[in-house]
């Protein structure tokens, strides 16, 4: 069965300071990966997906993650952090199906 | 841009009653998925619809849950007889296509069952 671990529920980063979200995927198939953001009240967005096309993986406000297969991971980093991107950040893997099983999130606090 | 709406974004029911959840995915979508999210936990996925039948569903899709299109536009949950334990955030769905497609979520409905 597929899942999703998410290491860390809180993270907390100084303005301007590296964002590392960790994400690591259980999978006997090769998957597809997504990164999601929910913002307080507010529901999912999607930030950046993998589907089996180039392991690096831009997404939106200047978010990234890379795919390695060898280490099952798919971690979210920005380089930059800003004030705006305190979220909650949830990683999620589909496999030869429509659902999405998400991980169990991890709050990023930005302090200035 | 378009977007997943959900109506009422809170809900307050006693044990027992029914509630039904309202979701207008966007327009051109063809698959529609339900997720919901009890406080302090994962999002879960509930289940999926495609041409006008479940294409799959959790095991949490039990028999007091049931979904419809009923008509172009909308696309509802309901919940038969309300369990204190179905209080949580429930998230609608849709995308265009299966698989790779990015689902597109709406913002939710906070369902709580006194």
């Known amino acids: 069965a597929q899942s999703v671990t998410q290491l860390g529920s809180h993270v907390s980063v100084s303005e301007g300071a590296l964002v590392l979200l960790r994400c690591n995927y259980s999978?006997?198939?090769?998957?597809?990966l997504f990164w999601y953001v929910q913002y307080p009240n507010q529901g999912l967005q999607l930030l950046l997906k993998?589907?089996?096309?180039?392991?690096l993986v831009k997404g939106i406000n200047g978010f990234e993650a890379e795919f390695k297969k060898s280490e099952t991971s798919f971690h979210l980093t920005k380089p930059s952090a800003h004030m705006s991107d305190a979220a909650e950040y949830f990683c999620?893997?589909?496999?030869?199906?429509?659902?999405?099983?998400f991980g169990t999130g991890t709050r990023l606090q930005v302090f200035p | 841009e378009p977007e997943v709406t959900q109506t009422p974004s809170h809900q307050v029911t006693q044990m027992g009653q029914e509630v039904i959840l309202r979701c207008v995915p966007i327009?051109?979508?063809?698959?529609f998925y339900w997720y919901r999210q009890i406080l302090g936990q994962k999002v879960e996925f509930l289940v999926s619809?495609?041409?006008?039948?479940?294409?799959?569903k959790s095991e949490i899709f039990d028999d007091q849950f049931s979904v419809e299109r009923p008509d172009g536009s909308n696309f509802t949950l309901k919940i038969r007889s309300t369990k204190l334990e179905d209080s949580a955030m429930y998230f609608c769905?849709?995308?265009?296509?299966?698989?790779?497609?990015?689902?597109?979520f709406g913002p939710g409905t906070r369902l709580l069952v006194l």
């Open positions: 327009s051109n979508h063809l698959y």
């Open positions: 993998y589907t089996s096309a180039a392991t």
């Open positions: 769905a849709s995308s265009k296509n299966s698989g790779q497609e990015t689902q597109y």
């Open positions: 619809f495609y041409n006008n039948e479940i294409s799959e």
């Open positions: 999620a893997v589909s496999v030869n199906t429509d659902k999405l099983i």
């Open positions: 999978s006997s198939v090769p998957p597809y």
